[in-house]
């Protein structure tokens, strides 16, 4: 439980200047990316600590992870390289897309729906007057049949419109994300994010579809799926992604918020939809993937003891993404993509991705790596990368220009910590950094 005055933590910020070497194991594309150019670009991150278990410990290196060789993200289908912004925006981008959709989260079905919005309840003086509450109902119908997203949005009233804003793709309860406030959570902590200028808002996940393996007949697969679902049509992941584009529409039309200045962030089975709903949906601004491991931000052909597979969660979760998917269990290496190809769609936006050190099921350096392997995307906009030699310390981040990282001491969750080092990175990127 949160105390309702929160301290920010005071940040100490240092220029971090590092090259990138290699990190162990990973072998490079036979192309010439990855290491080789990073190499070339000696890169500046802004580093800042986020707790007191900054004290130079690090995340311990996994020496008998077996060698792998990623897919190139800038090597095209026809054999052709990428070598500007444009070609990947035009061309590549929209294979990458493409492969993601087939392979791994499946397809949107084209059914036509109809969308309303509608606010049920405002109170310009919540939280004792720092903000105002909205409770909006986005309703999707098909025919007779309808389904009701709700979203909970504080507005801070001190602030000069519009504002920026976190959207929280809720994977825990909705006591989360308690309108009243007298639940508070640090899963989304509302009074943080009001006293530095954001609105936030959250919805849950289950009003899109229900978390659970029911032959796609609830939820969202109910209403607009065929009747006969091909391999790569879309699971439970890509819906609750398709939820979070739905708030956004919403968010489109509310003048309190800037529209160019919106982030969604989800943790765990959440963190991969933020992701997934980045990737597609360029209305987002700011991508954060927290804990998001397996089919997230970490990369699936890295494999060692204690981390999640691809057949691993396709077994637990059978429902959350295409069935063809299923055919990559224990072949991550004939997979088409690695999941630094799904943080390299969000650029030139801005994405963030965090870790736990006991988090192995998420694999901690999988999910770092992956950042840096989407570099040589994010270079082609001219942007700042992360060089692939040094994870941060414990308690620490990375900020980049588009990309950050931060590590911190604990388990898998979504922590005020966490909360903290996205909304510094925020400042950053909204331009709001003193
Ligand atoms: C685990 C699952 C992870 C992660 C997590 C969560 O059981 O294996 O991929 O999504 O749940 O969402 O908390």
Redesign the pocket.
Same mark, same amino acid.
């Given at each position: 439980m949160l105390k309702p005055k929160l301290r920010p933590t005071a940040l100490i910020m240092i220029a971090l200047v590092y090259s990138a070497v290699g990190d162990g194991p990973i072998k490079p594309h036979p192309g010439n990316w990855g290491h080789q150019k990073a190499q070339r670009h000696e890169e500046q991150a802004v580093r800042s600590k986020m707790d007191r278990s900054a004290q130079g410990r690090t995340f311990q290196p996994d020496p008998d992870m077996p060698a792998f060789t990623l897919p190139d993200p800038l090597g095209a289908t026809d054999g052709r390289r990428i070598v500007t912004a444009e070609e990947w925006m035009t061309r590549r981008r929209p294979e990458v897309l493409e492969l993601f959709r087939k392979h791994v989260y499946g397809r949107v079905p084209v059914t036509p729906y109809t969308k309303s919005f509608k606010v049920v309840q405002q109170d310009p003086k919540a939280m004792g007057g720092a903000a105002t509450l909205k409770q909006v109902q986005i309703t999707v119908s098909r025919g007779q049949a309808s389904l009701t997203i709700s979203v909970v949005l504080f507005i801070p009233n001190r602030a000069p419109k519009p504002v920026p804003a976190f959207l929280l793709i809720c994977?825990r309860g909705p006591e989360n994300f308690d309108p009243t406030r007298e639940r508070k959570s640090e899963f989304w902590p509302a009074e943080e994010a009001i006293a530095r200028g954001y609105a936030i808002a959250a919805f849950h996940n289950a009003d899109v579809d229900p978390d659970k393996d029911d032959g796609f007949k609830d939820g969202i697969h109910g209403l607009l799926d065929a009747a006969v679902r091909p391999p790569d049509a879309w699971g439970t992941i890509a819906a609750w992604a398709w939820g979070a584009s739905r708030v956004m529409d919403y968010f489109e039309t509310d003048a309190g918020l800037s529209r160019d200045k919106i982030a969604v962030i989800g943790h &765990?089975?959440?963190g991969?939809t933020a992701l997934w709903a980045g990737a597609q949906d360029e209305r987002f601004a700011l991508v954060v993937s927290n804990d998001s491991?397996?089919a997230g931000a970490s990369l699936s052909r890295r494999r060692f003891q204690g981390k999640?597979s691809v057949a691993r969660?396709n077994t &637990?979760?059978p429902h959350w993404f295409c069935e063809t998917y299923k055919a990559y269990n224990g072949r991550e290496d004939a997979l088409p993509v690695d999941q630094h190809m799904l943080i390299a769609l969000i650029a030139p936006r801005a994405v963030a991705v965090g870790s736990a050190e006991q988090d192995l099921?998420a694999d901690p350096r999988g999910e770092f790596l992956s950042v840096v392997h989407a570099g040589p995307v994010y270079r082609l906009f001219g942007r700042r990368a992360l060089g692939a030699a040094m994870m941060p310390e414990i308690g620490a981040a990375l900020h980049g220009d588009g990309v950050h990282y931060h590590i911190r001491e604990g388990k898998?969750d979504l922590t005020l910590n966490d909360w903290q080092s996205y909304l510094d990175f925020a400042d950053r990127v909204f331009g709001r950094s003193k």
């Open positions: 994977n &765990s089975r959440g991969k491991g397996c999640e969660i &637990s979760f099921w898998h």
